[in-house]
């Protein structure tokens, strides 16, 4: 390849543009991202991949997930590396360019746990791959140990320390932090804090100084209501307190910072209905939701129905606020692959990815902002920190285009994964770029 003429080389070039603007025309009818300013388009042909013994259908969009977690033994040095592993094998296996992980909420017991630290040395190894958001093992236990009147001048300096070197080592949010978390099975903790409890007030003013959202997990609770009846008292509480007001204080606190409310379409109270999240959209312009699609004690409130068709007041309500949706899959990748979610109808391994059976009902224009470009701007990922790594079995070219003009407007990779890997994406060094 590399003693090829210019001309055979620009001539192989244009032969691969023309291959795939025709696959382009047939197979990507839905949401190929447009070149909008200062975006770096990856475009990927629709190709098979080998992974390990199966030939999978390579995805032909882009799907960024804004909420997910790795299971693994902090103890243990490996562990994590095991959990990034299943990740990553996932998120080819299931089209997913770019993962934005976390620790889950987790309770004063476990506090610190892991957090920002440890989260942060993966992304510094994959940092095309993922990023991370921090608070669930530092800023989310501290809210749980600290009643609101018990918060103090000390207690809120050293909350703002913790919220400030979070963002300083490289998390692009807070998450995941909880105002009310049901415990569905044993081992999973009950969390409840008031939605406008001090420290969720100053996480918002931190948030907005810092231009970055906070991911909120919260069952809505309109009005004091009984526990549905199938979850546990103990570890819940026989009555649930409402929580809607309170949320709204919080949304209204501060109008500069992005309030994620996490896990919609997975109501676990029967009250996060369409016509409640659209009445809360309306009223606060700060209010995000990412989507989850499992299967919730309130299935009748999922986006999708029985028969796998989306709901077509989803489809009204997403088409009203169309900036404010991402997906946000809560997947949780295990140390020996295991991968724990439910599909829609409680299948725990699903053939295909159940956010893709989502987006594929959802209008094109509407599936291309909440699979991928919402997300560029309300976590600030960046698509120069992020291009599409080809697994070690692709054997096609791969053709990329930048928005930049100091890079070249094509770029040919040839099929060698190791070089491709390295020459996709606009931080490549000039000299590197001239040995094409
Ligand atoms: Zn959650
Ligand atoms: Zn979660």
Known sequence: MFLMSMQSKWKLIAVLVLTLVILGAVGWQQFVPQPTQPKTITITPVVTTISGSQTIAQPDRIVIDTHAHLQWDPGSESSSDLAVKTALENMERFGIQKTLIMPPPFPARFAETYDHKELAEITKKYPGRFAVLAAGGSLNPMIHLTRPEEVTLDIKRSFQEIAEGIIRNGAVGFGETTAEHFSLHAGHPYLSAPPDHPLFLLLAEIAANNNV?????????????????????????????????????????????????????????GCRTVALMQQLLQRHPNLYMSIKIQKPLFPENMPLNEKGDIRPQWVDLIRSYPDRFVIGSDTFYGVAGEVTWRTPTGETSPKENPIWVFLRKLPPDLAQKVAYENVLWIYNVKTDSAPWQISSGSLLDIVCTFADNTYPSVCCCVPNPDRCTRQIGPRVEPKERKRF
């Open 213 to 269: 959202p906070i991911d909120l997990h919260m069952e809505a609770i309109p009005q004091d209501m009984l526990l549905p009846k199938e979850l546990d008292s103990p570890p819940n509480p026989k009555t649930l307190r409402e929580n809607m007001a309170a949320f709204e204080r919080l949304l209204s606190y501060n109008r500069n910072a992005r309030i994620i409310w996490a896990h919609a379409g997975w109501d676990n109270t």
